[in-house]
């Protein structure tokens, strides 16, 4: 059985060296907000809609914004002080600008976009992580609780060759 063991063994190191030269791309997503209540007052923030996202109340940043195609590991962290706040990543079509919204609800239409998962209710100082399978093009992080995507949360991560 020897030989048998060499060649098991032999594999595992490949396996390893691939896996150290192709490192899984961990993105860093973190979730603020300025509110401190359920006040989500200041409006146009969305995408596309020209606001200064500098002052916006709500927001997400992600760390690199730019990875190779493959499994993503996203890890998110919710740094608000007392808000719930949830990651919805989806394919953002070519061409577009400005996301469907329902001002009655105050969300962003989900059904419009092809979502590929997502990280719900995350409580403040907690974190949570979800891995994808990406393909090349752009990909939209948003927070769709009623308000909270007008209010700033969202940003966009391109997945590039
Ligand atoms: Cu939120």
């Known amino acids: 059985m020897k030989p048998f063991n060499l060649t098991l063994s032999a594999a595992a190191i490949v396996t390893c ?18 509110v401190g209540s359920g006040d ?11 606001g ?5 109340k709500m927001g997400i940043n992600a760390s690199p914004r730019q990875v190779r195609p493959g ?8 740094l608000a002080s007392k808000i719930v706040h949830e990651v919805i990543v989806a394919r953002l079509p070519d061409g577009m600008d400005k996301l469907p919204y329902d ?5 962003v239409k989900e059904n419009s976009l092809q979502a590929f998962g997502s990280v719900n209710e995350i409580d403040p100082s907690r974190s949570a992580a979800i891995t994808l399978s990406l393909k090349p093009g752009k990909y939209l992080l948003y927070c769709n609780l009623p308000g909270h995507y007008m209010a700033g949360m969202w940003t966009v991560v391109d997945v590039a060759p």
């Open 40 to 50: 989500t007052s200041v409006p146009d923030m969305g995408m596309g809609m020209g």
């Open 17 to 34: 060296l691939s896996t150290a030269a192709m490192a899984e791309p961990v993105i860093t997503v973190t979730l603020i907000d300025k």
């Open 71 to 78: 499994m993503v590991t996203f890890k998110v962290t919710n």
């Open 103 to 107: 001002e009655t609800a105050m969300m």
């Open 52 to 56: 200064d996202l500098a002052k916006a």
